[in-house]
């Protein structure tokens, strides 16, 4: 059955093209920075936002008009595969993510579930077989239902911890199955409301004995995947103790996770944590912790987690800067974490939103890549820190340097003044110059 037989193949027909079916920017076979596109972006269809998500919010019921809508239970999860192949077949995307219960329905026990998961994953490897498609990452949700209200790996409750730990290990069997890229860890409900009934120390060495499980069973079945921690600030809990990419790097160093895990970051994350995707992009990278990423982007004048689409070049231009100094996302990819507004309910919106995001990314993954290779801001901040490569400066870095001989320094060079102006604006404005260039 055709779930999207209003919509044929997307093909690329360049930026002049009037055709809202067509990639403008986005070349799959294009070279860019010695590889195509599709070998450096990696993008990655979302399950749960483009075929689980109906377009319901707090005021109102969902709104999405699908094919599978007539279905329940296992023979809507089975009409969710074949549109999940025929949409990432129609738009080239090369990878899918999911979630446990985005797959298959929870059902009575965690027996059932089981059993649901094994009927899905069957048809997903048959999928997967016949159309070449791969699955960047899978998940357990571990914070939608209500055995999880206090949390996952930071439950107060060791019944609901063996059940969050149940769910891993089934996760981890089907990511070995479906020879998944990475495993992804998100605690969305790991985290506190008030400190004032909560034991933090307990709750955080508890997700870390989690972790140090789930890799230990990893490399007892053989699963060859990735670990990745999924850092955001809030919602649903006040607090998540995976704040932002330094909060989550802190803890994986202290609990001895840093060589295990890196980071799969989302934009309307940083967004929440009072960052740019960049600032976490770049945390990351000069820690080598940066693994995935999450593609989407936030309302501004919304202060919750809106997951709208990417639009924005200039933010992806800088997200793809990262990207491409960190030498690539290695097993990681671009996942559209991203949803299609309520109002925006026909099957045929999905693809419109998708080409956008997509194009979005390409145009900045070009731009990016003509930045590095002029040296705009490598020479301007190799400049900028130049005093750092003789003399004082250099002894500085070289660890030769104390207390003792800087303030001797100082006092015979008193009233330093800065070398030169930082060019702020000057460097926005070339920015924008290589955004706009044709």
């Known amino acids: 059955m055709a779930y999207f037989e209003n919509v044929s193949k997307i093909s690329y027909e360049g930026s002049r093209s009037k055709n809202p079916f067509a ?38 019921a969902e709104t999405a008009v699908r094919g599978w809508n007539g279905y329940s239970a296992m ?16 738009t080239g995307i090369p990878f899918y993510c999911f979630h446990d219960i985005d797959i298959a329905p929870e059902g009575d026990s965690l027996r059932e579930f089981y059993a649901n998961i094994d009927t899905i994953v069957d048809l997903l490897e ?30 107060c409750n060791a019944d609901v911890y ?31 409301e008030t400190l004032l009934n909560t034991d933090m120390g307990l709750e955080q060495d508890n997700i870390a004995r989690l972790f140090h499980l789930a890799n230990d069973y990893a490399k007892e079945i053989g699963f060859g995947g990735q670990f990745l921690i999924e850092p955001k600030p809030k919602e649903p809990t006040k607090h998540q103790y995976d704040f932002d990419a330094a909060t989550t790097l802190a803890f994986l160093q202290k609990y001895g996770l840093e060589k295990t895990f890196k980071l799969n970051l989302e934009a309307n994350h940083a967004t929440l944590a009072g960052h740019t995707f960049q600032h976490e ?66 099957p ?13 990314y390409a145009k900045g993954l070009k731009v990016a890549a003509k930045l590095i ?16 490569k003789e003399g004082i400066g250099a002894d500085v870095v070289a ?22 102006s930082g060019r702020h604006e000057l460097l926005h404005s070339i920015l924008n110059q290589y955004i706009l260039a044709e």
């Open 348 to 360: 045929e919106d999905l693809f419109l939103a998708h080409i956008a995001g997509m194009d979005t």
């Open 23 to 60: 990639y403008k920017f986005y070349n799959a076979e294009e070279v860019v920075a010695g590889k195509t596109m599709e070998e450096h972006l990696r993008f990655a269809m979302a399950y749960w936002h483009t075929l689980c998500a109906g377009g319901s919010d707090p005021f109102g």
């Open 75 to 90: 023979d809507k999860a089975k009409a969710r595969v074949e549109a999940a192949f025929e949409f990432l077949d129609k």
């Open 162 to 192: 063996a059940h969050a730990a149940a769910q891993i290990k089934k996760g981890l069997e089907v990511g070995k199955r479906l020879g998944a890229e990475n495993y992804v860890f998100w605690g969305g409900r790991e985290g506190y």
């Open 373 to 388: 290779e002029d040296h705009v801001f490598e020479d301007v901040i190799e400049k900028r820190y130049s005093s750092f």
């Open 126 to 155: 048959q999928g997967m077989k016949s159309s070449g498609k791969k699955l960047l990452w899978n998940t357990a949700n571990m914070f939608t239902n209500p055995r999880f209200l206090h949390g996952a790996g930071s439950t």
């Open 281 to 346: 992009l770049r945390v990351a990278r000069i820690n080598g912790v940066l693994g995935s990423l999450d593609a989407n982007q936030g309302d501004m004048l919304l202060g919750w987690d809106t997951d709208e689409f990417p639009v924005n070049v200039y933010d992806s231009t800088l997200t793809l800067y990262e990207v491409l100094k960190n030498d690539g996302l290695g097993k990681g990819g671009i996942n559209f974490d991203s949803k299609v507004r309520r109002a925006s309910f026909e």
């Open 399 to 420: 660890g030769k340097a104390t207390l003792a001989s800087l303030a001797e320094y100082a006092l015979s060079n008193e009233n330093p003044r800065p070398n030169e």
